[in-house]
Each structure stands twice: as structure tokens, then as C-alpha cells.
């Protein structure tokens, strides 16, 4: 008797050995597919968790994202649960993406005029706001702020002038933003448009007025078209001097030699902190020593998207992004390298710098089913590609997946119940029954081999058709 014992008790403590020997070389080598994409987990201005992305937050050309300092900015339209809208920030090092305080609602977010980052991660930004005006009337004015990761450095003000006032361009003096912008008082608004005003944001001081004179050197007719802050950290204004657009410096001197007045329905104000709308491909680009340099055209069969931009020193660099005019997916330049990423019939994300060689690096789930028409911003192990509502996947410069989902996280985003505890016990069973089987009360040999037959056993009747359960689960 006690050899057949001896030998069953071996058969099954062996037999379980090798069940659970498998369970882990099959933990380990795990993903060997497409795992899904990760999501960001939003909160609230109070930090408290949200269900999903609210519904207004980077869906919409008129409000451009920021790639700045490992975050990314989105400012959020007006929408029933933030009825001024709202500015978030995104960060996927962190898995977090947050509100922060949100705008005023009489002074509703409609559409951002400028945006410009300044020292110890500070973002400056300007934007349309409609406002109830004087008699019951709703009018648009313009308003500025200071944000930094934690909430507003300087909260949401209205600028001085009425509706129609325009943005000629940000700058930063130290650490306060600077706004010059052209207010529209009266029925002149050409006359009205050379004066411009600058504000310091929270400053209590008046607003510091240039005059006609100051900007057009005395010329009877000229228009303010753009200001920013040039590397000598004065004031500079490009006016339109009859067909002639010129530079002019806050002191009404050193007027620099004018240009055509053409290239400005193409010129890229970036670096004044004024973007331009994603569907008007730049010809010129302004640098922060004055000049004006021609862009790279726009390549042929290419339609460009809303693209965020990324913050290098003291300008703002474009991610371009393109819809081919034929073909699948989107075509994404980073760095002189192009890359297209496209949804697969087996609903799978392919990214590849060739159309011929995508290959597959995430599954397509839920709220990520809109990944592939992500735009790429760049991490510290590569790339990352990110939605607005914060679902992202990460890559290495040759294009491989960098970021999997570890088993856990793959059986929680299933929703299975019980699958997490399901390959807890496969893995740890086997852990949780040997200091049961060196018990003491199991001195004679009967009982150890009885003892040890039974547990291998049960670990075996347990683990086999967990197993056939959750191997489903894990293709």
C-alpha cells in the first residue's frame, strides 16, 4: 500500500509541478500579440478620478495642444459639465491627464488666439471669449492667462478694447507674460489697429500704450499687423507701410528693410505666440531675430490635420500631420523621418515608416478606437502616440511597441470577473500548499504521501480548467 501511494503522490505532486511550470514560462514570455492601448486616468480639478476625457477637450481645430516640458496642454471647448470650458494638461510619463481650474463661465472659452511657453514651465495663453455686453448684447473680447501644472498662476482677465480688438503677438518679460494686442474702439478700425497696447498679465499697473507715431515713424498710413519680443527683449511691430510690411522696434527706431506684403497671408507668427489655423499651410515663417525665411512646402497629395506643437527654447516647432489624398491612416513627420500609422481590418494599430511594412503594435478597444489618427510627441523612451482623451501607446525609434500591458493590466481591462484572482491562484497556489504539506502534525509517512496526493490533486482538478478559461482571455 505504501508503495502505491509513494508513487500516485510523486505522479500528481510532478504532474502539478509541471502545470505550474508552465503557467509561469507562459507568464513570462506573455505578450506574445498586440496587447491594447493605455489610458490615461483623468481627474478633476480636485483630483478626484474621472469616468472618461470630458467632451470638449481636443476635438476642435479652433483650440490647439502644446507639447511642453513632458506635457501636453488641451484646452477644453465650453461644453454642460464646464460651461466656461477649461485648459488640461496630459502627461503619459505620469498615466495622468488633469483639469485644471476651470475658466470663468462669463467669460467662456470660444477659440485660442495664442499660446506661448515661458520659463519654469509656465504657459501663457490668450483667447476669444463671448461676454455679455451693454445692453443684454453678447460680444467677443480678448482674454489672458497664466497657467503652470498645478492650476493658474495668474487666473483668467479680460484685456482692455471691445469686440473686434486683435491679437498682435506674446511675450515674456522674467516670469510675466506680456500681451501686445490692437484694440478696436471705434467705426476706424484701420486708424484704430496702428495703436497698440501692452499689458502685463496681473499687473496692476495701466496698460503701457504705443502710439501711431512711435510704430509708423509718422507715416499718415499703416496698419499693425504682428508684435513680439525680439532677442534684444524689446518690443518689435510688423506694420504695412503701403505694399510694404516692415519692422519696426518699440522705440520707433531702427526700422529694418521692408518686405512684400504678400507673404503675410502666409507667414507663421509661432514664435509671437499666434497660431495660425491648421488648414492654411505656411509660405514664411518669422524667426526670433527678425527675419523671414521661407517654409518647406507642403508635399504633393497631402492634406494637412490639426497638429499640436511642440515647445523648443523660445519658439514653437509644428508636428505635422497629413491625410493622404489616397491610402489608409495617417502620415506623421518627425524629424526628416516619415511615419504612418492606420487601423487594421483585424482592428489593429499598424505604424510603420512605410505603407508596405506596417506593423502591428496595438489592439483597437473601446474609447482607443480612434489611436491611429493620434499625433506623435516625443518621450523619453522614443514616441508616443496620443489621443485627446488620453489613450496612448509607446515606441521606439525603430517603431516597436514600448510599453505592453503586463498581464494584470491586460485581464483588467477585459472586465472578465474573477480573472485576476483566476491566475493568482495558478501562479501562487502551488506557493500557498507547500508550508500546508511540511505541517507537522504530517510525521508518518502515510499521511505525507496521502497529503501530498491530495493537494497536488487539488491544485491539478483547480488549475486545468482555469486554465482552458483564461487562455482566451490572454490570445
Request: include cysteine.
Amino acid at each position: 500500500m505504501v508503495p502505491l501511494l509513494r508513487f500516485l503522490s510523486w505522479l500528481l505532486v510532478g504532474t502539478a509541478c509541471v502545470a505550474w511550470v508552465a503557467v509561469l514560462g507562459f507568464v513570462s514570455v506573455w505578450p506574445r500579440h498586440p496587447t491594447g492601448a493605455r489610458q490615461l486616468e483623468w481627474r478633476d480639478v480636485a483630483g478626484q478620478p474621472l469616468a472618461s476625457a470630458p467632451r470638449g477637450c481636443g476635438h476642435d481645430a479652433r483650440f490647439p495642444l502644446l507639447v511642453h516640458a513632458g506635457r501636453v496642454w488641451v484646452p477644453c471647448a465650453a461644453a454642460p459639465d464646464l460651461p466656461g470650458g477649461a485648459l488640461a494638461v496630459l502627461q503619459p510619463a505620469r498615466g495622468e491627464a488633469r483639469l485644471l481650474a476651470p475658466l470663468p463661465e462669463r467669460l467662456s472659452l470660444e477659440r485660442v488666439e495664442g499660446l506661448l511657453p515661458g520659463p519654469g514651465n509656465l504657459v501663457g495663453l490668450v483667447y476669444r471669449a463671448s461676454t455679455q455686453g451693454a445692453p443684454g448684447g453678447v460680444v467677443d473680447v480678448l482674454v489672458a492667462a497664466v497657467a503652470d501644472a498645478r492650476g493658474w498662476r495668474e487666473p483668467p482677465q479680460r484685456l482692455p478694447g471691445g469686440a473686434g480688438s486683435r491679437l498682435l503677438g506674446l511675450g515674456w518679460s522674467g516670469d510675466r507674460l506680456e500681451v501686445a494686442l490692437a484694440p478696436a474702439r471705434g467705426e476706424d478700425v484701420r486708424a484704430e489697429a496702428a495703436d497698440a497696447v501692452l499689458v502685463r498679465v496681473g499687473d496692476t499697473d495701466l496698460p503701457r500704450v504705443v502710439t501711431r507715431e512711435e510704430m509708423c515713424l509718422n507715416r499718415t498710413d499703416c496698419v499693425v499687423h504682428a508684435a513680439y519680443r525680439g532677442l534684444s527683449h524689446s518690443w518689435r511691430f510688423l506694420v504695412e507701410d503701403g505694399s510694404t510690411l516692415r519692422e519696426v522696434e518699440e522705440s520707433g527706431a531702427g526700422e529694418v528693410e521692408g518686405q512684400s506684403l504678400q507673404l503675410l497671408s502666409g507667414l507663421d507668427l509661432r514664435v509671437a505666440g499666434r497660431l495660425r489655423p491648421p488648414r492654411a499651410p505656411a509660405t514664411h515663417r518669422l524667426e526670433p531675430d527678425g527675419t523671414i525665411l521661407p517654409t518647406e512646402p507642403l508635399p504633393s497629395g497631402l492634406r494637412p490635420l490639426p497638429a499640436p506643437v511642440m515647445a523648443e527654447d523660445s519658439r514653437l516647432t509644428p508636428l505635422p500631420r497629413f491625410l493622404p489624398e489616397q491610402g489608409v491612416g495617417v502620415l506623421h513627420a518627425w524629424q526628416g523621418q516619415w511615419w504612418h500609422t492606420a487601423a487594421g481590418v483585424d482592428g489593429l494599430l499598424r505604424v510603420g515608416e512605410d505603407t508596405r511594412g506596417l506593423a502591428a503594435v496595438a489592439r483597437l478597444e473601446g474609447r482607443c478606437a480612434n489611436l491611429p489618427s493620434g499625433f506623435l510627441v516625443p518621450s523619453r523612451r522614443g514616441l508616443t502616440l496620443l489621443t485627446p482623451e488620453g489613450c496612448h501607446v509607446g515606441l521606439t525609434p525603430s517603431g516597436q511597441r514600448a510599453d505592453p500591458l503586463n498581464l494584470l493590466e491586460h485581464l483588467e481591462r477585459t472586465g472578465v470577473p474573477h480573472a485576476v484572482p483566476a491566475l493568482s491562484w495558478l501562479v501562487l497556489g502551488p506557493l500557498v500548499l507547500v508550508p500546508v504539506g511540511l505541517a507537522r502534525w504530517l510525521r508518518a509517512s502515510q499521511r505525507q504521501f496521502l497529503a501530498r496526493a491530495l493537494l497536488a490533486s487539488g491544485y491539478l482538478v483547480s488549475a486545468l480548467p482555469l486554465m482552458a478559461w483564461l487562455l482566451p482571455l490572454l490570445d
